[in-house]
């Protein structure tokens, strides 16, 4: 099946560049050069992923990024020149999946594409997944249901927008409710990549996940457990 790519960056030879590598690796491709080109682009026909630089004319990346979160749950690759933790923190806040450094490696970019395609649609249902049946696929802890098939959340029936890291994280704290998950754990069963000591990827995206529960259960779900990790109570 072919995977559909959204290039979105202002600096044109930037965005060339990836579109090279990433159609010699057999993506289809797309190219916009703000954020408001990259919104009508993916309402015309939506994509399986989002490349997006944060510095762009017109609308900005976050801006961009933001709107699409208001109903999508596409995965976003946000880029940037800024190098500090904050930036960092920020895109991720914002509901980037992930976030790369410019410059980058075109190499390590491609793995990038490739690692959240397949955690995208390791919790799509998608038919790549295998045949497992429902009673496999859904889980159910109080007012919370989850069901892997559809990758759907609900809440007392009131769906959750999530992200497909978000859903990655909830379905794996939720498959063993009261069990501790470091952050390392976390990182390496949804991310399927090597931790580092200093990544603060698995914090952004508990607190949003977190945030987007507690406003639906009116409770905490996800509790921290400091020094070790996170879980979800039983």
Same mark, same amino acid.
């Given at each position: 099946?072919?995977?559909?790519?959204?290039?979105?960056?202002?600096?044109?030879?930037?965005?060339?560049?990836?579109?090279?590598?990433?159609?010699?690796?057999?993506?289809?491709?797309?190219?916009?050069?703000?954020?408001?080109?990259?919104?009508?682009?993916?309402?015309?026909?939506?994509?399986?992923?989002?490349?997006?630089?944060?510095?762009? $004319?017109?609308?900005?990346?976050?801006?961009?990024?933001?709107?699409?979160?208001?109903?999508?749950?596409?995965?976003?690759?946000?880029?940037?020149?800024?190098? +500090?933790?904050?930036?960092?923190?920020?895109?991720?806040?914002?509901?980037?999946?992930?976030?790369?450094?410019?410059?980058?490696?075109?190499?390590?970019?491609?793995?990038?594409?490739?690692?959240?395609?397949?955690?995208?649609?390791?919790?799509?249902?998608?038919?790549?997944?295998?045949?497992?049946?429902?009673?496999?696929? +859904?889980?159910?802890?109080? $007012?919370?249901?989850?069901?892997?098939?559809?990758?759907?959340? +609900?809440?007392?029936?009131?769906?959750?927008?999530?992200?497909?890291?978000?859903?990655?994280?909830?379905?794996?704290?939720?498959?063993?409710?009261?069990?501790?998950?470091?952050?390392?754990?976390?990182?390496?069963?949804?991310?399927?990549?090597?931790?580092?000591?200093?990544?603060?990827?698995?914090?952004?995206?508990?607190?949003?996940?977190?945030?987007?529960?507690?406003?639906?259960?009116?409770?905490?779900?996800?509790?921290?457990?400091?020094?070790?990790?996170?879980?979800?109570?039983?």
């Amino acid at each position: 099946m072919e995977r559909r790519v959204l290039i979105v960056d202002d600096e044109r030879e930037i965005a060339d560049l990836i579109e090279i590598y990433l159609k010699n690796e057999g993506f289809v491709t797309e190219k916009a050069y703000d954020g408001e080109q990259a919104l009508l682009a993916y309402e015309k026909n939506p994509f399986d992923l989002v490349i997006l630089d944060i510095m762009m $004319p017109n609308m900005d990346g976050l801006e961009a990024t933001r709107r699409l979160r208001r109903d999508q749950s596409v995965p976003i690759l946000m880029l940037s020149a800024k190098a +500090e933790d904050m930036d960092k923190i920020m895109g991720l806040m914002t509901g980037a999946d992930d976030y790369m450094i410019k410059p980058f490696n075109p190499l390590e970019l491609i793995a990038r594409v490739r690692s959240l395609l397949r955690r995208s649609y390791q919790y799509s249902g998608n038919p790549e997944g295998g045949g497992a049946s429902r009673s496999d696929k +859904e889980l159910r802890l109080g $007012p919370l249901r989850i069901d892997k098939l559809s990758h759907t959340a +609900e809440v007392d029936g009131k769906p959750l927008h999530l992200t497909s890291t978000e859903f990655g994280i909830l379905h794996l704290l939720a498959g063993q409710p009261g069990r501790v998950f470091s952050a390392e754990d976390i990182f390496q069963q949804v991310w399927k990549e090597k931790y580092f000591d200093s990544n603060n990827t698995v914090m952004v995206h508990i607190s949003k996940l977190r945030d987007k529960l507690e406003k639906e259960l009116g409770d905490k779900m996800i509790v921290t457990v400091w020094g070790v990790g996170y879980k979800i109570e039983g």
